[in-house]
């Protein structure tokens, strides 16, 4: 296979829409479980947790930026081709590929769960897995390209629950968040860690950075799209933390969701269910980046077609959603992908690195030594 990805002009996207992909990515369902999983490990202290993941994230997207800039117009299949062999760097991306996928699951199996919660009790969770893997399967036939305009569409029609976080905001306790300073450095860093299934997708810059066609303008996008995702997490973290008791934050499993009850309107009785609907212009997104980073791996490492991958990834994805339903199986789906998703998100890149830059300068070595023969 070829390292660098040999693309048409109009297939290729401008740098400004790295915002929205890699925001898109990131902010899922996860978001709404974050602060009591933060809070667990760090207590009142889980916003510095938050700041310090934020610390993280440039570092490893700056890592990321560093080894994509020593390529022409390369992707991560292509770059591990070109450095371990053929085998184990198709290998190699094969483990990405699956890890998309394992993402991907966590994601939908989240969802259902709490679809069935707060509106839909009495649905078989097959029924809703088809639902949702229609539109899925659906709008990642109609390309990156398709994909990258849900993603710019739903970033500003979702922006508005924002909103709703003012009166819970209006009435947070400072004392909530007495005394300061209080968690260990082990604690703040165990709080850092819990925080990698909610911020993990940027890795996906890794697959669209070849569609770029301004490589020099990828920095503020890219940069602006952590600042924003880790902004959001920090606010709904500070809010959960000041509105609410230690019990109360400890005993909800989605506290992000709860913030939204809190609000009332005459004509609405139970906002919380638009909100919960409403979520699905978040979520989607999300899985449809993961989708296509599924097709476009097994046919960039074996040239599947990605139709063929997207309904074979659809199939596993429904009988998936049917097996697994227990909150018990669905925690223990989300623990694996957190696991794998912060060795191979933050850990993986800092190892590549090194390796990226010392065969750069063997090459030019070797290049240098030929001409001067």
């Not at 709008?139 to 569409?153: E, N, Q, S």
């Not at 709080?191 to 697959?207: A, K, P, R, V």
């Not at 018990?328 to 090194?354: H, T």
Request: net charge positive; proline share 3%; charged share 15%.
């Amino acid at each position: 296979m070829d390292v660098n990805v040999n693309l048409k002009n109009h297939r290729k996207l401008q740098a400004f829409y790295l915002f929205f992909i890699i925001t898109s990515i990131q902010l899922g369902v996860g978001i709404v479980g974050i602060p009591r999983i933060v809070y667990q490990e760090a207590g009142q202290d889980a916003w510095i947790s938050i700041l310090i993941s934020y610390a993280a994230l440039v570092v490893i997207l700056t890592v990321m930026l560093i080894i994509l800039k020593q390529y022409k117009n390369a992707d991560i299949f292509g770059i591990q081709v070109d450095i371990f062999g053929t085998w184990l760097g198709k290998l190699l991306g094969t483990i990405y590929i699956l890890y998309f996928l394992w993402t991907l699951f966590s994601v939908l199996i989240t969802y259902i769960e709490i679809l069935r919660v707060f509106l839909f009790p009495y649905i078989h969770p097959l029924v809703l897995g088809v639902l949702i893997t229609s539109l899925i399967v659906i709008t990642v036939i109609g390309g990156l390209r398709i994909i990258v305009g849900v993603c710019f569409l739903f970033f500003f029609m979702t922006q508005w629950v924002l909103l709703l976080l003012i009166e819970p905001a209006a009435d947070m306790q400072l004392s909530h968040f007495q005394p300061f300073f209080q968690a260990s450095f082990t604690e703040l860093l165990s709080g850092t860690q819990d925080t990698s299934y909610t911020l993990i997708g940027f890795e996906i810059l890794f697959l669209v950075y070849p569609f770029i066609q301004e490589k020099d303008k990828v920095y503020k996008p890219v940069y602006f799209a952590a600042f924003w995702t880790v902004l959001l997490t920090l606010i709904f973290t500070i809010i959960s933390i000041g509105y609410f008791s230690k019990e109360q934050l400890i005993r909800r499993e989605w506290v992000g969701l709860s913030l939204f009850k809190i609000q009332e309107f005459p004509f609405i009785e139970r906002l919380d269910y638009v909100v919960v609907a409403e979520w699905m212009m978040v979520t989607l997104p999300n899985m449809l980046l993961f989708m296509w980073g599924v097709t476009y791996g097994i046919n960039r490492l074996y040239k599947v077609p990605q139709k063929t991958t997207l309904y074979i990834s659809a199939a596993l994805l429904i009988i998936g959603s049917a097996l697994v339903s227990e909150h018990f199986e669905i925690q223990k789906v989300i623990n694996v992908a957190d696991s794998v998703g912060f060795w191979l998100v933050y850990v993986y890149p800092l190892v590549l690195l090194p390796i990226v830059l010392i065969r750069k300068k063997w090459k030019k070595y070797k290049g240098g030594k030929g001409n001067a023969r």
